[in-house]
């Protein structure tokens, strides 16, 4: 995260306890009600009625209004806005390929961004050290990143962290990947910088 807000016009923000996937949910909800609609949907006794007043369109637009403007809240010169978010566990979202199609179908010119970290290094990490199943957890989170959907999508990069700060060349083609030019000043200065955990 601190490197991509290192990127010209990038506003990156943190996590925000899975709003996006309620959001989603929101949408998914409203969608299906839409497909609700019959010849009687329109008349007061109908269990669906009003159905048919729902405009798809209408609600991932006030979706992305929302989102972008109460939650990520970017600066007035932002061209690129996102978050990141770690609460992929199967708990948290149950599935998770139909909360990145949402995501795409919401957002439309959307990069996915998929991290992987040495998966016992982070399970002994400030966060995680004390949680219990930690390393089966973070196993499974790291499965799904690695075999959902859109894994393999020409809109989709997996980064791993240790080749990240290992040298630039992870780096450089996370940045082509995001359309922007490589600055290697950039690159080391982020690296410099104590991150938190």
């Known amino acids: 995260m601190g490197y991509l807000n290192s990127l010209p016009g990038f506003c990156i923000r943190g996590e925000n306890y899975n709003a996006l996937a309620h959001?989603?949910?929101?949408y998914h909800a409203a969608r299906e009600t839409k497909?609700?609609?019959a010849k009687k949907s329109m008349l007061p006794v109908h269990p669906w009625y009003g159905a048919d007043l729902i405009q798809p369109e209408e609600v991932r637009h006030a979706i992305r209004r929302t989102?972008?403007?109460?939650?990520?809240k970017p600066p007035a010169d932002a061209k690129v806005v996102g978050c990141k978010e770690i609460r992929i566990n199967w708990n948290e979202?149950?599935?998770l390929d139909a909360f990145l199609a949402d995501v795409?179908?919401?957002?439309?010119?959307?990069?996915?961004?998929?991290?992987h970290r040495d998966i016992l290094s982070t399970s002994k990490s400030s966060w995680w050290k004390d949680t219990a199943h930690s390393y089966a957890t973070i196993r499974g989170m790291d499965q799904r990143l690695r075999e959902n959907r859109f894994a393999a999508a020409p809109n989709a990069f997996h980064v791993e962290y240790e080749e990240l700060v290992a040298g630039a060349e992870?780096?450089?083609k996370l940045t082509e990947f995001l359309g922007v030019p490589f600055d290697p000043a950039a690159y080391e200065k982020v690296m410099a910088t104590r991150h938190s955990y």
């Open 23 to 26: 959001l989603c949910s929101f």
């Open 170 to 172: 992870h780096a450089r």
């Open 35 to 37: 497909g609700q609609v």
């Open 67 to 72: 989102f972008v403007d109460t939650v990520l």
């Open 93 to 95: 979202i149950k599935d």
């Open 104 to 115: 795409v179908e919401i957002f439309g010119d959307v990069k996915i961004i998929f991290n």
